[in-house]
């Protein structure tokens, strides 16, 4: 058994959400946020069983799309730049994170 710990934009949540009920993969959700645009994430935690996580993973990269978006702001990094960047920035956002990492045990009371 392995732990998938898929961490989605908030716009792919509703539609991941969906296909994993729809394909009988059980999964709790949590609200996060993510460190470099401060933006909403969700972070799906599910337990798959080995034979399984091939298809999860396919389930996930489904449901979860990359996208550009513009920031109006740049990040501030902790350094020293000479130059200012104010006009709009276009970074690509979206498509998920996943962990896969091995369950020695699984309990449920």
């Avoid at 489904?62 to 109006?72: A, D, K, N, V």
């Amino acid at each position: 058994m392995k732990l998938l710990v898929a961490i989605v934009q908030d716009q792919d949540q509703q539609v991941l959400g969906k296909a994993l009920l729809e394909n009988d993969v059980r999964a709790t959700k949590l609200s996060s946020t993510g460190g470099f645009l401060r933006s909403g994430n969700t972070t799906f935690l599910l337990g798959v069983e080995d034979e399984r996580v091939e298809e999860v993973l396919d389930i996930i990269k489904r449901s979860s799309q990359s996208r550009e978006q513009y920031i109006s702001s740049p990040i501030h990094l902790d350094m020293n730049l000479e130059v200012s960047n104010t006009y709009p920035l276009k970074i690509e956002v979206g498509g998920a994170i996943v962990f896969v990492l091995p369950i020695e045990s699984f309990h449920h009371f």
